[in-house]
Each structure stands twice: as structure tokens, then as C-alpha cells.
């Protein structure tokens, strides 16, 4: 079945670690997110890659990278992961060409917990 | 991005249809509306979009008023599994530029047998 697969499904992290959220869709879309949701409230952007070999600074981009090195892969990591980073993070994707009207597809999520 | 305003929470009888409103009074001319909705622990789920026009599609119907201010999504005969939170969002289409949706809090849909 088409979509979007993330790993892990869950993760619990100390404090000072380093860990890559891995997210793969067989969709081809040129466009890809990272979103993270905290307890209770909506998504907030991270990180976006418009096309393979580019990325772009959502609005919580502090202590997360990406790199979109083709179009199916869009890993995000955690350099040196502190406690704030416990959240729900959802990957999508996007058909960004002339005639698409750009919904996104998302994820399942992963859920971390840094303690 | 225009700012949307929805109501927190809205219950709703099964096989009832479910009105949700959003007020979007400053959105400009080239803004799309779109709605999204999550179901509990899962990924957001696109539902419908439009500009100018009403839509439906097979999940939705989306009423949106002459002067664009504001937008209704109709679920036709909500189910137990329509229990979500909807989202109203108001975006520009960029063309090859992504479409970086900006989530507010929603609406907290129960819909009660």
C-alpha cells in the first residue's frame, strides 16, 4: 500500500543522545515535513524539503537536521536530545507539481520521550 | 498565512450531520481553505479544500460564504469513527514551493450514538 512509513513507532531516549527519526514514502512527492505535536495541542513545522537536495527552516527548527539526500527519504535527528523534544513527530509528504493542490499525506508518528 | 478561528469542542449525534464553522476574516484573495482532521494518535488526514466555490467530495462538503470570510465543513451523516479533531487551515497554493500548513487548535469533534 502507497504512503508514508516512519520508525521507530516509539522511542525512549536519555538525555544527551543522538537519534534519527526515519521517515520513507513510495508516493514520489517532491515535497516532505517534519511536524512535531506536542500533548493536547497542533502541529508545529520543523523542517521541509521542497525537492530532493534541498531543505528549509520551519518554525521549531532549534536542536533538529535534515537532509534529503532523494526523494524517498527524509530523516530528521537529534543531535543531543533534551527533555523538551518529548513530543509526537509526524512526517508527510506533498505532490507539489502544476496540478496538485498540495494536501499532504501524513505519517503515522513517532512517539519520543526524552528523559 | 490568514489566521483561522474555530471552536474548541462540538458534539454530534450519529447520523446526524455536523456543521463545523471557521471564521477566516482576513484571508486574501489567493488563500485556499483547506480542513484536515486527526483522529486520536494518528497522522492528520486531508479532507477537502476550495477557493471561491462550495466543494463535496465522497468525506466532506465545504460551504464557503460569497465574501470568503468564512467556511463551513459538513460531515453529511457523522459516524462513531468521524470523532476527531478538525482543522481549519488557510493557505496560498505555491506552486513547487511546498505547502507549509500551520496548525491551529481545532475543533474537538464527539460524535455520540
Known amino acids: 500500500i502507497a504512503g508514508i512509513t516512519q520508525a521507530p513507532t516509539s522511542q525512549i531516549l536519555a538525555a544527551g543522545r543522538r537519534m534519527t527519526l526515519r521517515c520513507t514514502q513510495d508516493?514520489?512527492?517532491?515535497?516532505m515535513y517534519w511536524y512535531r505535536q506536542d500533548l493536547g495541542l497542533g502541529l508545529r513545522l520543523i523542517h521541509y524539503s521542497n525537492t530532493a537536495g534541498t531543505t528549509g527552516k520551519g518554525e521549531v527548527p532549534d536542536g533538529y537536521s535534515v537532509s534529503r539526500a532523494n526523494t524517498d527519504d527524509f530523516p530528521l535527528t537529534l543531535a543531543s536530545a533534551v527533555p523538551s523534544q518529548t513530543s509526537v513527530y509526524f512526517c508527510?509528504?506533498?505532490?507539489?507539481?502544476?496540478?496538485?493542490?498540495?494536501?499532504?499525506?501524513f505519517g503515522p508518528g513517532t512517539r519520543l520521550t526524552v528523559l | 498565512d490568514a489566521k483561522t478561528t474555530q471552536p474548541p469542542s462540538m458534539d454530534c449525534a450519529e447520523g446526524r450531520a455536523a456543521n463545523l464553522p471557521c471564521n477566516h476574516s482576513?484571508?486574501?484573495?489567493?488563500?485556499?481553505v483547506y480542513w484536515y482532521r486527526q483522529i486520536h494518535s494518528q497522522g492528520p488526514q486531508y479532507i477537502i479544500h476550495?477557493?471561491?466555490n462550495n466543494e463535496t467530495n465522497e468525506m466532506a462538503s465545504l460551504i464557503i460564504t460569497e465574501d470568503r470570510k468564512s467556511s463551513t465543513l459538513i460531515l453529511p451523516h457523522a459516524t462513531l469513527r468521524d470523532t476527531a479533531v478538525y482543522y481549519c487551515i488557510v493557505r496560498v497554493r505555491v506552486i513547487a514551493a511546498g505547502n507549509k500548513l500551520t496548525f491551529g487548535g481545532g475543533t474537538r469533534v464527539l460524535v455520540k450514538p
Open positions: 482576513t484571508i486574501s484573495g489567493n488563500e485556499y
Open positions: 508527510a509528504s506533498s505532490d507539489t507539481s502544476g496540478g496538485s493542490y498540495n494536501e499532504q499525506f
Open positions: 476550495g477557493l471561491k
Open positions: 508516493m514520489r512527492h517532491n515535497a
